[in-house]
């Protein structure tokens, strides 16, 4: 089955500086790879996907891009602010009726 | 749009009650519901998925007949623990979506369930 790995495990950075988050997977059938982000004692919340026939995507502050040669993907956020902070985890899926295999989650913290 | 509700978001139960979680899409079809537990500082562990009329598909180690999953509708799927022991104290969380595999998951606000 599909193994997705993330680091880092938590990250630490000043308000205004850029935060990137990397995840590999192994299965090279996976298509889809959503990020979402989880609030203290909330549900996880999609905030960008990226689907694998695009090797880049952007959203205002944040942008996710994809090597499927190297099995990796990653978040990046830019101009992070203290409202940044929360969870953040990455997942692999495959299309049809595949199930998305999660990271272990990346706690970001931004300090003002 | 695209909201999962999700109640109760908390609930204190007595060991050897059962308890019933809701999972609502309000505004879509859901064809795929999941079910996940998440412990504390930790990823999200999938239980079961669930699809409209059918049988819920357990993953291995999930007891299906304490965790009983139902999905009488595109918009509803509820989860029961049955015969709670403080053990399963936990953060359950419920996600739904509309496609395949390469569409996103809409998830609920969770459920902080105690069993005292």
């Known amino acids: 089955g599909e193994n997705v790995e993330q680091h880092p495990s938590t990250l630490s950075v000043q308000e205004g500086d850029s935060a990137v988050i990397k995840c590999t997977y192994s299965d090279s059938a996976s298509n889809y790879f959503p990020w979402y982000k989880q609030e203290l004692g909330k549900g996880p919340q999609l905030i960008i996907d990226i689907r694998s026939n695009v090797g880049e995507k952007k959203d205002q502050r944040i942008a996710v891009t994809l090597n499927k040669t190297a099995k990796h993907f990653s978040l990046h956020i830019t101009e992070t602010q203290p409202e940044d902070s929360a969870v953040y985890f990455c997942?692999?899926?495959?299309?049809?009726?595949?199930?998305?295999?999660f990271g272990d989650g990346t706690t970001l913290t931004v300090k003002p | 749009g695209a909201v999962v509700s999700q109640h109760p978001s908390w609930v204190i139960c007595k060991s050897g009650t059962s308890v019933k979680i809701e999972c609502r899409s309000l505004d879509f079809q859901a064809t795929t519901m999941f079910w996940y537990r998440q412990f504390p500082k930790q990823s999200l562990m999938l239980m079961a998925t669930?699809?409209?009329?059918?049988?819920?598909t357990y993953e291995q180690g999930v007891e299906k007949d304490k965790f009983l999953i139902n999905h009488a509708s595109l918009t509803l799927s509820t989860l029961t623990v049955t015969s709670a022991h403080p053990e399963d104290s936990s953060f359950y969380i419920c996600?739904?979506?509309w496609g395949g595999g390469d569409s996103p998951l809409h998830f609920g606000n969770g459920t902080r369930l105690t069993v005292t």
């Open positions: 997942a692999a899926s495959e299309g049809d009726a595949g199930k998305s295999t």
């Open positions: 669930s699809n409209e009329g059918s049988k819920a």
């Open positions: 996600s739904a979506r």
